[in-house]
């Protein structure tokens, strides 16, 4: 994510803005094979290469399940916790914080910056919109390559959990078996390729996720559990009401958002698969 960002952050002072200059210094590179340098493009347009602080349209559904989606890390709470020195709740509330914050601050600075590049132009794949910009640029390519390798690299940690889920749920109580172990696992794979092959976008999984399951995790199930689990505090104390609040409000957000979602595929019907 560092590299990712790194990358970012030095392409929005390389990509030359309106972006049709930019598509005329990649037809050049491809042509000559020279690079083009970006002081050789000072061409600016108006309204295409101004910023706009806030737009509403069919696709700012997605930002709030996405943004959700993103902080959804609870799958990797309790192995932190097993590996901590010294564990305690103190330090991994530390540990959360610094995480959270160090998050929050990589993805704002990609998600602006890489805005900030592209403007109205960008698209909800961002290391797509600059391949169709920079379609021979080395330094694109390497972070593509290093994407897929720790997309990779975590299917087994993201496995583990969901394979030990369905286990329970389906075999509770059975003795290990191999075949069991390995139809689940493919069964698994097979899905995810299924969704990678036919889903147009990634935005289309990170929107509907993030409205059901991501919802679910950090709005409603803490809430629920708060809810009814602790006994000390009344219902009406300030604890029970702020919980009560947060899991209303998580339903509203899953809800509404998945209906926008559904919605949004019915009246603007994508293109194929990747």
């Known amino acids: 994510m560092v590299f990712f960002l790194i990358v970012v952050i030095c392409k929005k002072f390389e990509i030359p803005c309106p972006l049709e200059v930019a598509w005329i ?115 694109i390519l390497i972070v593509r390559l290093a994407v897929l390798v720790a997309v990779t690299l975590t299917v087994p940690v993201v496995i ?14 059975k003795d290990f078996s191999w075949w069991r172990h390995s139809l689940i696992t493919v069964s698994i794979l097979a899905f995810t390729n299924l969704l990678v092959i036919f889903v147009p976008t990634i935005r289309d999984i990170f929107g509907f996720i993030g409205a059901s399951a991501a919802a679910m995790l950090i709005f409603i199930l803490p809430s629920a559990f708060y809810i009814k689990l602790v006994k000390k505090e009344p219902m009406k104390s300030v604890q029970k009401i702020g919980a ?31």
């Open 160 to 173: 583990f959990p969901i394979r030990g889920s369905i286990t329970h749920l389906l075999c509770p109580g």
């Open 25 to 139: 210094a990649n037809d050049l590179v491809n042509n000559t094979l020279i690079q083009p340098t970006a002081m050789a493009f000072n061409i600016t347009d108006g309204d295409s290469c101004r910023p706009h602080y806030f737009i509403f349209n069919s696709q700012t559904v997605y930002a709030v399940p996405i943004l959700t989606f993103s902080f959804v890390c609870h799958p990797a709470v309790l192995p932190i916790y097993e590996e901590l020195k010294g564990r305690s709740r103190r330090r991994m509330m530390n540990v959360s914080k610094i995480s959270f914050f160090a998050m929050f601050l990589m993805y704002l600075l990609a998600a602006l910056f890489g805005y900030l590049t592209f403007y109205e132009r960008v698209e909800s794949e961002l290391l797509h919109t600059y391949s169709k910009v920079l379609e021979t640029d080395i330094l």
């Open 244 to 274: 009560m609040f947060f899991l209303l409000s998580g339903i509203v957000v899953m809800t509404g958002s998945m209906a926008l979602i559904v919605l949004d595929w019915t009246h603007n019907t994508p293109g194929g698969g990747h």
